[in-house]
């Protein structure tokens, strides 16, 4: 008892003051024996630095899974809704999807290879091309928008609840009485389903990423079953499909060719967060090549979905005369024309496994990418798993339901977020391929003083931020044609529809000129002249023998600043094997 009196005593005392449970969740109150703090000094932490041997996991076959399996959400399902409606049919769609699915591919892996040859994580790594102080802009953009994107993502795992619950309770469940207004944009059923979703994903907070390669093998396995049953069931009992319903396939001559375009924009807009966030988990690979696979998960698996979106939807409107663009109404339109206890279980089960792969997508497009900006921004109080408890909490205070409810404009908002982004990550790839030439000075990216490579001026890399400006501007009144339909001139919404072609590739030519007028400092200068060929750091990971801080699975395979095995890489020597450690 007085044990428990003692601990209460101290957690009174943590939460008697707002400068008490700060200091109290602080990281490096000890620096001896707490395991969370890093080894750089205030801009480090555990999950800030180079991944050690004994977490670099994942596998070939996790990158597939990983990859494949982003693609079953309801985001990339529903896709074919909007483009139907510009006049495309089913055939053109298709042939978007795989057109974006090989130009996103060729570009994740490249966005990859720095992450899976340092071991270090998007915050870390994106202070090489934007400088100390300015990768926290783009870290602090990329975590705002995953936080609101949860919330939605989470809501949307909910409506599949929703559906299991109607299937278990039948109309008692249907029959709840609604307490809140219509002004809430949720029922109370609906609430309950978003807080029984929420309850059901929240322990995942609290799991690393390194441990997480099950949950993505398990979701690419269950969640095709699930939607090719579902494709299966719909044609069978509707004796085909009526694409014409979907959609008056009218656009022809240049109207087909924007329209087209288009597609490509809106296809690519749901395969964003993986382009950007990729380097939080290549960062666990062994060797550059284990993550070879991500391109072939994302070809294999984004043209599917879309098709099976449109195969169902258009089986489902010959069958119950409405299209159906939401699995969870789909679903729904089934228990309403087929209530029987065989239908409740399989749609039950359907929609459980759709709840399950969103929420998986949720993890990996969201609360973990969340989890290591806030642990970018205050290394001193998060680590990833930390900030993906807080990336959970803050769900609830996006209230979704509003957003998606009346909130139209900004979710169109949202939906051009590929404009900010992918010129951060032109930007990334240009800086480590050709800039670079692939070599970074791992220490140096926890070093905010005059001299480092990474401090620029005054902490910000002046020609990433122009080239991001560059291609921000140049398609930014696009969105404000669609927020306000027009309000614009027909060239600025072409320039839109092509926004990520054009951000994309403008950026990265701006960032290249730059870099050519004004060359970027690849060593820090009291290291002295080094070798700046194409990743001749990679055989130290980063590090030279000389470096005030050398991690000690590092020290063991440098001998004057050569590698023990001369041309042969520290995985390849098996050195860095951790079973070898």
Excluded at 77 to 83: E, K, P, R, T
Excluded at 389 to 405: E, G, H, I, R, S
Excluded at 422 to 430: D, E, G, K, T
Excluded at 449 to 478: C, D, E, K, M
Aim: proline share 6%; net charge positive; aromatic share 14%.
């Amino acid at each position: 008892m007085a044990a428990i009196r003692q601990r209460a005593s101290r957690i009174g005392q943590i939460f008697s003051s707002p400068r008490a449970l700060v200091e109290a969740i602080r990281i490096d109150k000890d620096k001896e024996t707490d395991e969370d703090a890093g080894l750089f000094g205030d801009w480090s932490n555990k999950d800030l630095d180079p991944s050690p041997p004994s977490q670099r996991v994942w596998t070939s076959w996790s990158f597939f899974v990983f990859q494949f399996s982003i693609a079953f959400s309801p985001t990339t399902y529903n896709v074919g809704a909007s483009l139907f409606a510009i006049g495309l049919n089913w055939w053109t769609i298709l042939i978007a999807s795989f057109i974006v699915s090989f130009m996103v591919a060729a570009l994740l892996w490249l966005n990859s290879r720095g992450a899976s040859r340092y071991h270090v994580g998007y915050p870390t790594f994106v202070r090489v091309s934007a400088g100390i102080y300015g990768s926290l802009i783009f870290v602090f953009f990329r975590g705002a928008v995953a936080i609101l994107y949860m919330s939605i993502q989470t809501l949307y795992a909910s409506y599949f609840v929703n559906v299991m619950l109607r299937c278990v309770f039948g109309h008692k469940w249907t029959d709840v009485p609604n307490h809140l207004p219509a002004t809430a944009g949720i029922t109370s059923a609906q609430l309950t389903s978003f807080l029984v979703l929420w309850l059901l994903q929240f322990p995942f907070a609290f799991v690393h990423p390194t441990k997480m390669t099950m949950v993505f093998a398990v979701k690419s396995v269950l969640a095709p079953t699930g939607m090719v049953a579902t494709m299966i069931w719909a044609l069978v009992s509707s004796h085909g499909a009526d694409f014409q319903g979907l959609g008056h396939a009218n656009a022809s001559g240049a109207a087909l060719g924007w329209s087209f375009i288009i597609a490509i924009n809106t296809i690519i807009s749901n395969v964003i967060p993986p382009l950007v966030n990729i380097p939080d988990m290549a960062r666990y690979a062994k060797r550059p090549r284990d993550t070879l696979p991500l391109p072939i998960g994302i070809v294999l698996s984004k043209p599917v979905v879309v098709f099976l979106g449109m195969i169902i939807t258009a089986a489902g409107y010959k069958q119950f005369g409405k299209a159906y663009w939401n699995m969870w109404d789909f679903y729904s339109s089934v228990l309403d024309n087929y209530w029987s206890p065989g239908a409740r279980t399989a749609v039950f089960l359907a929609a459980g496994i759709q709840a399950f792969a969103t929420f998986v997508t949720n993890l990996t497009s969201n609360s973990i990418p969340v989890g290591c900006d806030l642990a970018g921004l205050f290394p001193r109080y998060f680590t990833i798993v930390r900030g993906q408890v807080m990336c959970f909490l803050l769900a609830w205070a996006c209230v979704p339901w509003k957003l998606t409810y009346s909130a139209s404009s900004f979710l169109t908002f949202l939906g051009s977020y590929l404009c900010f982004i992918c010129p951060i990550v032109s930007v990334m790839m240009v800086d480590y391929w050709i800039s670079r030439r692939g070599n970074i000075h791992v220490p140096s990216l926890y070093n905010p003083t005059q001299g480092s490579p990474y401090f620029y001026t005054h902490g910000f890399n002046p020609r990433a931020f122009v080239a991001w400006a560059a291609g921000v501007a140049l398609v930014i009144p696009g969105v404000s044609g669609a927020l306000r339909p027009g309000s614009i001139g027909i060239a600025a919404v072409h320039i839109y529809n092509m926004g990520f072609l054009l951000s994309t590739t403008f950026s990265a030519v701006v960032y290249y000129v730059c870099c050519r007028i004004w060359p970027v400092q690849i060593y820090p200068r009291e290291v002295g002249p080094q070798d700046e060929s194409w990743e001749a750091m990679k055989y130290t990971e980063g590090f030279f023998p000389q470096d005030e801080i050398v991690p000690e699975y590092l020290r063991e395979i440098m001998v004057e600043g050569q590698h023990v095995k001369a041309g042969k890489e520290p995985s390849e020597t098996g050195e860095l094997d951790p079973e070898k450690q």
